[in-house]
């Protein structure tokens, strides 16, 4: 059976080119995953933080440790 995470949060810088996920996995552990694409690129989002392997016991942790780690996502937040 395939691993399939699903994602509960996603939030996206302004522009759209970058992006971070929180997410739930099959085993009711949570994550999150910074995400990049490139406007000449077609081919969807990119990982871009190695973050998708730690693991939290709640999106709100997930979230904070997002915050702390991903720079850009405080200032979406703040401004959002």
């Known amino acids: 059976m395939a691993h399939k995470n699903t ?17 739930m996995r099959p085993d009711d ?7 990049r694409r490139d406007s000449e690129d077609n ?10 392997g730690r693991v939290f016991a709640t999106p709100d942790e997930a ?7 991903v720079p850009w996502l405080k200032d979406v937040l703040a401004n959002g």
């Open 7 to 23: 994602v509960l949060k996603s939030i996206n810088e302004p522009g759209e080119l970058r992006c971070i996920d929180i997410f």
């Open 29 to 35: 552990s949570y994550g999150f995953e910074a995400y």
């Open 43 to 52: 081919r969807g989002w990119f990982p871009d933080g190695g973050f998708g």
């Open 63 to 69: 979230m904070a440790e997002a915050k702390a780690k």
